[in-house]
């Protein structure tokens, strides 16, 4: 069976303490809003990952630990010190360790590394913003044989903000729906008025 990798870019982190060092730089509540969004999309889309490999750093622990907890995934999450600034070859060498039985695995991590491995495996050019997801089916049957030169399919892609401007089009939709509905019933009332 073909494996899935799971990439999410940590959420949105709080620069508020300018003495905190990078490392220890938190979400701001946006970010912790986004996490869960994302969590979200991957309990509907069957997705929940069985495994993730995350950064130690606080911005990127607390994006796995929320995403960890709306899917209800038990502890599954393991801290790659390299995945702080972690490059290509860091995440292809954890990968490659992998036990075999699992299909769905997700990495939380950092730009610009996570976005250049991104790049390697389905040869786009896609950014990966703060919080974005990327869901890639690999060619591949066992992690043992992950290498650079592994290719996958980019088969989903969210962003939170763009999920953002979908729902408020949806809601805006559903208020011209809303609207034109009462203006129809009005003007058939007031057709049976006259009648």
């Not at 600034?85 to 769905?104: A, I, P, Y």
């Not at 044989?145 to 962003?159: A, C, M, N, P």
């Amino acid at each position: 069976m073909a494996k899935t990798l799971l990439l999410m870019r940590h959420a949105k982190s709080s620069w508020h303490d300018k003495k905190l060092p990078d490392f220890q730089r938190p979400l701001k509540k946006r970010g912790a809003e986004d996490s869960a969004a994302i969590a979200e999309i991957l309990r509907e889309n069957e997705l929940i990952p069985q495994i993730i490999l995350s950064s130690p750093a606080l911005r990127a622990s607390q994006t796995a630990e929320i995403v960890a907890k709306v899917c209800n995934l038990d502890q599954k999450i393991t801290y790659v010190n390299s995945f702080y600034m972690g490059e290509v070859h860091e995440f292809v060498e954890q990968l490659s360790k992998l036990d075999d039985s699992l299909e769905r695995v997700m990495i939380v991590a950092h730009n610009p590394g996570l976005e250049a491995f991104m790049q390697l495996l389905d040869g786009k050019l896609e950014a990966l913003p703060t919080a974005a997801l990327a869901y890639i089916s690999l060619d591949l049957h066992k992690w043992s044989d992950f290498s650079k030169d592994t290719t996958g399919e980019l088969i989903g892609y969210w962003d939170p903000e763009n999920i953002e401007e979908k729902a408020k089009e949806q809601d805006m939709g559903k208020d011209k729906k809303d609207k034109k509905d009462k203006k129809e019933k009005k003007e058939k009332k007031e057709k049976k008025d006259k009648k």
